[in-house]
């Protein structure tokens, strides 16, 4: 879309289909000189977790911010559940749960005190003891937020942002400070969410996360999305790999259609066709009796994906 003038443009009312929880468009967000967010477009299914990815500094919670109204575009069209979310309207902060990095809290309230009085502020029906025992603060319930530790504050921070399973959940950061067991008990938690029909939008650094929750996935790099697509359609374009570790006396290698590098005797084969490579490869191992210790081979992963954007646009 072409624009003459640089104004924001935000979403009318109902500009989202029926299908789509978020439509972004062209969005841009400037700090003065500094440009965070660099036109980007984005739509987000209903009934989807939606991960969004990117080293520090791309672009991903400014642009949390602008969806959950507590930020503005300098340009671009923004619709969450059908509103306009800078002006944050009640019908929209009825239907949706946001978790920042920074929870904010009244730090002499303890915790139960804490979901009490978040009882009165949401519309959403749902109670305390629930929460309490879903994200395991039940010990810690008569005890001030202040003197939680950082991992039992994002727990919190946590069952405030789903309480009463709202339409839109948006986590920023979610699982930061937690051990592996809390971890794991806020992946089920967002799951339970999309069961329920819910939408989840999160950011992480957890790239195995992303890969076990998300439907689908952006990855931001320098104010920008790179890529995006289900974890399937953004690992195809990147080459599969195996590596062994060959005798000294190994003879010559078959003809491989992938990338072959040496390093002393181990050897590392990137390849567009792993089942071809690795075929070939296995087959001449056995022709010539060659043992291959630390035989290891996998298709491309997130990781792959998202350090192959850093190394592209870094060069």
């Known amino acids: 879309m072409t624009r003459t003038r640089q104004e924001p443009v935000i979403a009318r009312p109902g500009a989202a289909s029926d299908a789509s929880a978020v439509v972004v468009r062209g969005l841009r967000v400037r700090y003065g000189d500094f440009e965070a967010v660099r036109g980007i477009d984005l739509d987000i299914r209903r009934g989807e977790v939606f991960a969004l990815l990117g080293t520090n500094g791309a672009g991903k919670t400014t ?42 809290f009244v730090e002499e309230l303890t915790v139960l005190e ?17 929460l309490l025992e879903r994200f395991e ?12 530790s950082g991992g039992e504050q994002r727990r919190l921070d946590l069952a405030l942002a789903v309480w009463g399973s709202p339409e839109l959940v948006i986590l920023d950061e979610p ?3 937690l051990d592996p067991q809390a971890r794991r008990r806020t992946w089920d938690a967002i799951q339970e969410l999309q069961e329920a029909g819910r939408t989840v939008l999160l950011t992480t650094h ?31 374009a990147q080459p599969a790999s195996f590596s062994a570790t060959l005798p000294p006396d190994a003879p010559a290698l078959p003809e491989l259609t992938g990338w072959v590098e040496r390093s002393g005797d181990r050897l590392t084969v990137q390849s567009g066709d792993l089942q071809r490579d690795l075929t070939a490869f296995l087959t001449w191992a056995d022709a010539h ?10 298709p491309a992963s997130l990781a792959d994906v998202y350090h192959s954007i850093r190394a592209e646009e870094e060069q």
């Open 63 to 104: 642009t949390l911010d602008v969806l959950a109204g507590f930020g503005a575009p300098s340009t671009g069209e923004v619709s969450v559940l059908g509103m306009d979310p800078r002006t944050r309207p009640p019908q929209l902060r009825a239907r949706m749960g946001v978790q920042q990095q920074d929870g904010g």
């Open 114 to 130: 804490t979901l009490q009085l978040w009882q009165q502020l949401v519309e959403r029906p749902d109670r305390p003891e629930r």
């Open 137 to 148: 603060l039940g010990h810690r319930r008569d005890v001030p937020v202040g003197k939680l």
């Open 175 to 177: 699982t930061t400070g």
């Open 206 to 236: 957890y790239l195995e996360e992303a890969e076990a929750l998300a439907d689908r996935v952006a990855i931001m790099h320098r104010g920008r999305i790179a890529v995006t697509g289900t974890l399937a359609e953004i690992v195809a």
């Open 289 to 298: 009796g060659v043992r291959l210790d630390g035989l290891r081979a996998a």
